[in-house]
Antibody, heavy 118, light 110 residues
């Protein structure tokens, strides 16, 4: 059973870079059948897809965030990461990592709240 | 990319059936059969209930069904139960090789 766990700071200052890592267990991040993605949810609001990465390193980003987002894979540690630069309070959200297969997010992390505040 | 359009809320009595719509464009919902539906209870991560428009993952009740017509996908919950009270989101693959979520629907069991 695949398990995903987000980790990273819960508080980031405005204009700085948000960095989160998703540790994958119970399966290999190098599986050719899967994508690995990030989704966020501002408090009391809906889900927003941030982007996906294939094990090979190919990335796909939400156009509205593309200029600020970087998703990367570390196959040696079986984990993938999210960096979001120049954050503002509008980036405050619960950030989820997820495993995508055949167009669906099958497995999700529990989510981690990141607050952007000085 | 614009979020897919869902009704803000839908309600029904136990045992009834309800349907949630999800409207997009020919560049997302209408153009691909990669439409998924997610259930989210308060404070929990979303759970996939339907994928590929109408397929149920193992373990999901057959009371949940999905369909699509043109640019609109639908999720039907039959035999509504108290445990079905949650937020529901649709999602679709897009022509830009991205994904987009719906605006979300709060389901209330009366």
């Amino acid at each position: 059973q695949l398990q995903l766990q987000e980790s990273g700071p819960g508080l980031v200052k405005p204009s700085e870079t948000l960095s989160l890592t998703c540790i994958v267990s119970g399966g290999s991040i190098s599986s050719s059948d899967h994508f690995w993605g990030w989704i966020r949810q501002p408090p009391g609001k809906g889900l927003e897809w941030i982007g996906n990465i294939y094990y090979s390193g190919s990335t796909y980003y939400n156009p509205s965030l593309k200029s600020r987002v970087t998703i990367s894979v570390d196959r040696s540690k079986n984990q993938f990461s999210l960096e979001l630069s120049s954050v503002t309070p509008a980036d405050t959200a619960v950030y989820y990592c997820a495993n995508y297969a055949w167009g669906r997010a099958d497995y999700w992390g529990q989510g981690t709240l990141v607050t952007v505040s000085s | 990319q614009s979020a897919l359009t869902q009704p803000a809320s839908v309600s029904g009595s136990p045992g009834q059936s309800i349907t949630i719509s999800c409207t997009g464009t020919s560049s997302d919902v209408g153009g691909y059969n990669y439409v998924s539906w997610y259930q989210q209870h308060p404070g929990k991560a979303p759970k996939v209930m339907i994928y590929g428009v109408s397929n149920r993952p193992s373990g999901v009740s057959n009371r949940f069904s999905g369909s699509k017509s043109g640019n609109t996908a639908s999720l039907t919950i039959s035999g509504l139960q108290a445990e079905d009270e949650a937020d529901y989101y649709c999602s679709s693959y897009t022509s830009s090789t991205t994904y987009v979520f719906g605006t979300g629907t709060k389901v209330t069991v009366l």
